[in-house]
């Protein structure tokens, strides 16, 4: 296959997250509303595609398909994918935290800007190269890497379901964050156990 073809998963995730900017752009009512959204919705889009990231070794463990081992062959770039659209998440929410009225404190940034560093290094080592380089390091780096995106995502969700107007939002995405980590702890190998 073709490198072209097998990158279309980051063309299309950038697309995704570019069509939410422009769709924060045509609903919102001014100007931080159009950021607001813009960086809502890049966020909401970066999730199935993380979610498809996150999954792929485990869905062609436990149902192996043409469909399933295309999801694995390609899973670096639906990972790029994802660095990309979050990048313009981090574009959306900058802007918005700079002409918006919210002021964060330098402390609740730090859990997101750990994020990115994840997301950044994963994106830069997702090559060849990089692995032969790491070696072992390169499995631990990109398995604390996604868990801990993986958390980023639980704790903006998890946090809502105790706020009554968005716990339906709140609810339906733990729910599916929660069935992602289940489906990984489900497809884990056993581990061989040393005989004497
Ligand atoms: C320092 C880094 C970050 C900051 C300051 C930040 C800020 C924001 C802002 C301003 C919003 C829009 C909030 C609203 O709807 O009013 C948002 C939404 C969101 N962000 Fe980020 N973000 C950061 C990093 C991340 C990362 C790394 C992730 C995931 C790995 C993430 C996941 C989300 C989610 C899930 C939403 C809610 C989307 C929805 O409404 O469904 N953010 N963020």
Redesign the pocket.
């Known amino acids: 296959m073709s490198k072209t073809v097998q990158r279309w998963p980051l063309a299309f995730a950038t697309m995704l997250a570019l069509a939410a900017v422009a769709a924060g752009f045509l609903i919102g009512d001014d100007v931080v509303e159009n950021w607001?959204?813009a960086?809502?919705?890049?966020?909401?889009v970066?999730?199935p595609i993380?979610l498809l990231t996150y999954s792929a070794s485990s869905l062609v463990r436990l149902f192996p398909s043409s469909t399933t081992k295309a999801l694995l062959r390609d899973r670096r770039w639906w990972g790029l994918g994802f660095a990309a659209s979050?990048t313009i998440?981090?574009g959306?929410?900058?802007t918005?935290?700079m002409i918006?009225p919210?002021s964060?404190t330098l402390a609740?940034?730090?859990?997101?800007?750990v994020?990115?560093s994840m997301?950044y290094l994963m994106a830069a080592t997702s090559n060849g190269y990089s692995m032969r380089r790491l070696g072992r390091n390169w499995k631990r780096l990109h398995s604390f890497g996604i868990h801990y995106?993986?958390l980023?995502?639980m704790a903006?969700?998890a946090g809502?379901i105790l706020q009554p107007e968005?716990q339906v939002?709140g609810v339906i995405?733990t729910t599916i964050f929660l069935a992602a980590l289940g489906l990984r702890i489900a497809a884990r190998k056993p581990r061989r156990v040393a005989t004497a």
């Not at 960086?39 to 909401?44: E, N």
């Not at 609740?108 to 800007?113: F, N, Y």
Request: hydrophobic share 50%; glycine share 8%; no cysteine.
């Open positions: 607001q959204l960086a809502r919705w890049t966020a909401r970066g999730a993380f979050h998440h981090l959306a929410l900058a918005y935290l918006g919210e964060r609740s940034l730090i859990p997101g800007a994020a990115y997301i995106i993986w980023i995502y903006a969700y809502r968005k939002e995405a």
